[in-house]
């Protein structure tokens, strides 16, 4: 029996991975997705998942698009109408507001197991290869094979990597990658303060690293406190009231005291930037492609701007009567997005750094240039759009 064949596979149904399953089979394109594992269905009544995104306008217009954000809003997601950074150390602080850029918010705290959900119930139009893992990857002119741990085999004019930052797809095609760990650990968690978080989203920045609340539908924060590995070790050992009253320190009582914190993990930081975006009859997303230091929250939004841009080339390749795997319109997809992601990751590569920094010039000149921000509006409202993602046109799904 011949392989099934496909215009393209997808390996990995995370939240970028699914979404670009779902928008390329709403674009009439013929879809595989591959995933090890079938995710739960969200349940409501359930504490609020450990992984958390922060979703920005701009890309939350392709989950509305593809008619996956209704259900979204309709479950469980907390907007957040403003942003408030400042350093432990003192000096001046930054406050970005909503009324600023002439938004009805700066964004939605949005758990990724949500997201998920929404997008496995509208994969009606994919065929799904789950449970399974790429077990082997071929190519030649004019196809991608598959070969899969359960046996079977298919193929497809592309293989799209949306597996994370541990891509085999992306290994299996031999892109390198360039990055390095920070040694450092994020601990996350729903925390309850004394004092409502007002729909804000709060970062002080403190020597060790930045603490920030999230704000949740129920009133509770997410916390997300970047921290090196020696003070991340010890703060695991903590017990539960130990570990409120270090939090309720490091956070500076912004919202009071921290009067609970439920379920907590932490996770290594790392950077990750693969070399090429695409290569003969393949092409990376999400994880799959970069990794970046969360303490701007714009990992998954990177990864949505990746799926209206790949959907976008896929569809101008289509039109000039070529296949979803045509070198050129995969290197438009690796144009449209490379520069934008290299840009915010050295941003908050830099951002970490001059907030690390023990040098007292370096503070002086982060404390000047907060200041500047701070009193000039228009600066503040380009640091939002850019933020939001409605820095410029996009491609359909954007729109």
Request: hydrophobic residues 45%; negative net charge; charged residues 25%.
């Amino acid at each position: 029996m011949s392989a099934p064949r496909f215009d393209v596979a997808v390996v990995g149904g995370g939240m970028v991975g699914a979404v670009l399953a779902v928008a390329l089979s709403r674009a009439d394109f013929s879809v595989a997705l591959v995933e090890a594992e079938r995710p739960a269905p969200f349940d409501d009544a359930s504490d609020y998942d450990l992984r958390l995104s922060a979703i920005a306008p701009g890309p939350r217009r392709v989950l509305d698009n593809l008619g996956l954000w209704a259900h979204v809003e309709a479950r469980r997601c907390c907007a957040f109408t403003g942003m408030k950074v400042w350093d432990a150390g003192g000096g001046p602080e930054l406050f970005l507001e909503h009324t600023a850029v002439g938004l009805p918010e700066l964004g939605h705290i949005v758990e990724n197991a949500l997201v998920v959900d929404a997008a496995w119930r509208a994969l009606d139009r994919v065929e799904l290869f789950c449970p399974a893992r790429m077990a082997g990857l071929s190519r030649d002119a004019d196809c991608a094979r598959l070969a899969l741990d359960d046996g079977r085999e298919l193929t497809a004019a592309l293989v799209v990597g949306a597996e994370g930052a541990n891509s085999p797809v992306r290994a299996a095609a031999g892109i390198p990658t360039t990055g390095w760990g920070y040694g450092q650990r994020c601990t996350v968690g729903a925390v309850t303060p004394a004092r409502h978080h007002r729909h804000i989203a709060w970062q002080r920045f403190t020597e060790t690293g930045p603490v920030a609340f999230l704000p949740l539908a129920d009133g509770r924060c997410s916390l997300a406190w970047h921290a090196d590995d020696a003070l991340a070790a010890e703060l695991a050992e903590l017990d539960h009231d130990a570990f409120c009253a270090r939090l309720t320190e490091a956070s500076g009582g912004v919202l009071g005291e921290i009067e609970r914190m439920d379920s907590r993990a932490a996770f290594p930081l790392k950077l990750l930037h693969a070399e090429r975006y695409c290569d003969h009859r393949v092409a990376l997303a999400g994880d799959a492609a970069h990794v970046l230091h969360p303490m701007a929250g714009q990992g998954v939004n990177l990864g949505l701007l990746d799926v209206a841009e790949l959907v976008a080339a896929l569809e101008a390749g289509r039109a000039a009567g070529r296949d979803a795997g045509d070198t050129r319109y995969l290197r438009r997809y690796q144009r449209a997005r490379m520069a934008e992601n290299l840009m915010m990751m050295g941003a908050t590569d830099a951002l970490k750094r001059v907030y690390g920094s023990p040098n007292p010039l370096v503070r002086r000149l982060r404390e000047m240039a907060v200041g500047v921000a701070s009193n000039l509006a228009p600066i503040r409202q380009l640091m939002i759009h850019h933020a939001v993602g409605l820095s410029g046109d996009g491609p359909r799904l954007l729109r």
